[in-house]
T-cell receptor
Framework: AQKVTQAQTEISVVEKEDVTLDCVYE???????LFWYKQPPSGELVFLIR??????QNEISGRYSWNFQKSTSSFNFTITASQVVDSAVYFC?????????????FGKGTKLTVNP | EAGVAQSPRYKIIEKRQSVAFWCNPI?????LYWYQQILGQGPKLLIQ????????DSQLPKDRFSAERLKGVDSTLKIQPAKLEDSAVYLC???????????????FGSGTQLSVL
């Protein structure tokens, strides 16, 4: 079965610190997609990034960067120079084709609090 | 561009009552999803529609939950009768494509927070 593990339940940092959110996944699919979503206090999940299983290049977008390593089944997310507005719950998610339908499976999320 | 609209924002009911949630996806989006998010958990897919057909409802408790998307646009999710364990946030999401939808980004609404007393 497909599974996503986010071992860090809550993280608290001070503004301008760097922070890394861990994500480990399990799947038997050879083709799959990994996602990160942000859920601010308002409730709606906001898409951050999608990665397919054949693209292991790391990606940087402003203060955000993602490290995808198939060898360790990990897709970690780093925020550089964190800001108070980064406070949210962050979800890692996995989509594959097990069972014939493409289903997005979410981890339990990591609550990030950035203190001024 | 308007986002995914959901109503109501909050709902409090007693167990054994019925409740309905409404969702209007982004215009032109073919695929619509209903997710259940229990406090402290990630969202769990309840049902996925492509246009007005059901693609996946394997995790929908069909003895009490039902959903429809009659004209392939907006959708209603109903719970009848509600149980205490149904207390959760119900999120609606949509995506553009009608096929391969599990691989593309989803646009989420703000959800309906349901409390069953």
């Amino acid at each position: 079965a497909q599974k996503v593990t986010q071992a860090q339940t809550e993280i608290s940092v001070v503004e301008k610190e760097d922070v890394t959110l861990d994500c480990v996944y399990e799947t038997r699919d050879t083709t799959y997609y990994l996602f990160w979503y942000k859920q601010p206090p308002s409730g709606e999940l906001v898409f951050l990034i999608r990665r397919n299983s054949f693209d292991e290049q790391n990606e940087i977008s402003g203060r955000y960067s993602w490290n995808f390593q198939k060898s360790t089944s990990s897709f970690n997310f780093t925020i550089t120079a964190s800001q108070v507005v980064d406070s949210a719950v962050y979800f890692c998610a996995l989509s594959g084709t097990q069972g014939g339908s493409e289903k997005l499976v979410f981890g339990k999320g990591t609550k990030l609090t950035v203190n001024p | 561009e308007a986002g995914v609209a959901q109503s109501p924002r909050y709902k409090i009911i007693e167990k054994r009552q019925s409740v309905a949630f409404w969702c209007n996806p982004i215009s032109g989006h073919a695929t619509l999803y209903w997710y259940q998010q229990i406090l402290g958990q990630g969202p769990k897919l309840l049902i996925q529609f492509q246009n007005n057909g059901v693609v996946d409802d394997s995790q929908l408790p069909k003895d009490r939950f039902s959903a429809e998307r009659l004209k392939g646009v907006d959708s209603t999710l109903k719970i009848q009768p509600a149980k205490l364990e149904d207390s959760a946030v119900y999120l609606c999401a949509s995506s553009k494509r009608a096929t391969g939808a599990g691989t593309e980004k989803l646009f989420f609404g703000s959800g309906t927070q349901l409390s069953v007393l």
